[in-house]
Antibody
Framework: QAQLEQSGPEVKKPGSSVKVSCKTV????????IHWVRQAAGQRPQWMGG????????KFAQRFQGRLSLNVDESTTTVYMNLSSLTPEDTAIYFC??????????WGRGTLVTVSS | EIVLTQSPDAMSLSPGERATLSCRASQNLGGKFVAWYQHKRGQPPRLLIYGASTRPTGITDRFTNSGSETDFTLTISRLEPEDSAVYYC?????????FGQGTRVDI
């Protein structure tokens, strides 16, 4: 059964960038897309964007355009999320999710990113 | 952007009872349904149901989805203590995909 394994917690300074990985284990990418959803403490989940690994095509929420990038390493079935120009408001748990037809079928365990000076 | 508003914010029920969770969309979803997720503390969210009645393997049929246009309902029948969690609705009709603020269910 497929699982999504995410990299560990990060602490970053304002203005810097963070890179979080999401490895698909127990399956290939298949026809699924991998998306990222973040959730700050006490807030609702917020969809950021996604990538179709076998095509490399991406889709981003407008609020993240220009500072969010997604990359794929097919050899290791890993997707990388890079978020730049971090502010304290970016402090959140970042989840990668396996998506088909706009539905998050499977979630990673999440990666805590803390932005603090 | 489509805003999803869930009600109530929280509910406390007893085992065996039925929970009715509401999700209201700020725009008509045009025949589409919202998806519902269950989130327990310390665990990743889990997809419960999407479409009219599609549940992933392993999800009990105690969870049912209904509604249309702007008003949607997740019903949890025969509540069990393990159903204690926060439940979120989500729409994928238009970008950006959005989530409700969640309903906490305590059993």
């Amino acid at each position: 059964q497929a699982q999504l394994e995410q990299s560990g917690p990060e602490v970053k300074k304002p203005g810097s960038s963070v890179k979080v990985s999401c490895k698909t284990v127990g399956d290939t990418f298949g026809s699924y897309s991998i998306h990222w959803v973040r959730q700050a403490a006490g807030q609702r989940p917020q969809w950021m964007g996604g990538i179709v690994p076998i095509l490399g095509s991406t889709k981003f929420a407008q609020r993240f355009q220009g500072r969010l990038s997604l990359n794929v390493d097919e050899s290791t079935t890993t997707v990388y999320m890079n978020l730049s120009s971090l502010t304290p408001e970016d402090t959140a748990i970042y989840f990668c999710v396996r998506v088909r037809l706009g539905v998050a079928l499977l979630w990673g365990r999440g990666t805590l990113v803390t932005v603090s000076s | 952007e489509i805003v999803l508003t869930q009600s109530p914010d929280a509910m406390s029920l007893s085992p065996g009872e039925r929970a009715t969770l509401s999700c209201r969309a700020s725009q008509n979803l045009g025949g589409k349904f919202v998806a519902w997720y269950q989130h327990k503390r310390g665990q990743p969210p889990r997809l419960l149901i999407y479409g009219a009645s599609t549940r992933p393997t392993g999800i009990t049929d105690r969870f049912t989805n209904s509604g249309s246009e702007t008003d949607f309902t997740l019903t949890i029948s025969r509540l069990e203590p393990e159903d204690s969690a926060v439940y979120y609705c989500q729409q994928n009709v238009s970008s950006p995909w959005t989530f409700g603020q969640g309903t906490r269910v305590d059993i």
